[in-house]
């Protein structure tokens, strides 16, 4: 048998198991992955991105990588807050418009509740030497989950010298125009209307669905 053969076979299989699991993902189990990743992720946004691909792509293999980081791009283009685009298009895709819901609930829910409480009893604390050096470790922590995210994206994307010089003039807009973030994406997204061959991509896609 042809490797190429072996590769599609265990593609095949890896997506069979893939199906098994989303058929098998129910709402209550939908809400508390989503509950937990609310409540445990310190920075909220794209540093929640990493602790939701652990949940959802590694550990219960609900969402494909190629799909997940596919969503991750849209996400981040639409007006909205990330991770709650991201819960919204992760529920729909295994259970409908019900489970987006569901997904969304379980991914707002403890922040409200950690805000309400924080204001409640925590902030007074804030002050004292112990706990503001409990925060500036979180802070350092979120900075390495950032960068974590970061390196999700460019494994992906940064694949070919024209989709290199994208992200450099996206940067270059941020970082010495001074322009608002907005002006980088849309800057990014029409240069790479025209220079992003489609059938590169679906090419692409084909061969690291092989790997």
């Known amino acids: 048998m042809f490797k190429g053969d072996e590769n599609r076979e265990a593609v095949g299989a890896s997506r069979d198991i893939m199906q098994h699991s989303v058929e098998h993902a129910s709402f209550n189990g939908i809400f508390w ?5 609310g409540l445990f992720t310190l920075g909220g946004g794209l540093v929640m991105v990493s602790v939701m691909r652990h949940e959802l792509v590694l550990k219960r293999q609900w969402v494909r990588e190629e799909d997940f980081i596919s969503e991750i791009s849209t996400a981040t283009v639409v007006p909205g807050v990330i991770a709650v685009n991201m819960a919204y298009m992760q529920g729909r895709r295994m259970r409908g418009w019900l489970g987006s819901l569901v997904a969304v609930a379980g991914t ?3 922040s409200v509740g950690v805000i309400l409480l924080v ?6 604390f804030f002050s004292h030497p112990k706990v503001a050096a409990f925060l500036k470790g ?9 960068a974590f995210t970061g390196y999700i994206f460019a494994r992906k994307h940064l694949k070919s010298l024209a ?9 270059a807009v941020i970082a010495l125009l001074k322009w608002h973030p907005i002006w980088a994406v849309v800057i990014a997204g029409t240069i790479g209307y025209f220079v992003c061959d489609k059938t590169k ?10 790997l």
Request: aromatic share 10%; glycine share 2%; charged share 15%.
């Open 33 to 37: 992955t989503f509950f937990r990743i």
């Open 201 to 210: 991509l679906t090419e692409n896609e084909r061969d690291d669905d092989t």
């Open 119 to 124: 204001a409640w009893i925590a902030f007074p």
């Open 163 to 171: 989709n290199i010089l994208i992200c450099v003039i996206a940067i």
């Open 108 to 110: 707002v829910l403890p």
């Open 138 to 146: 979180c802070s350092i922590a979120v900075v390495g989950q950032l």
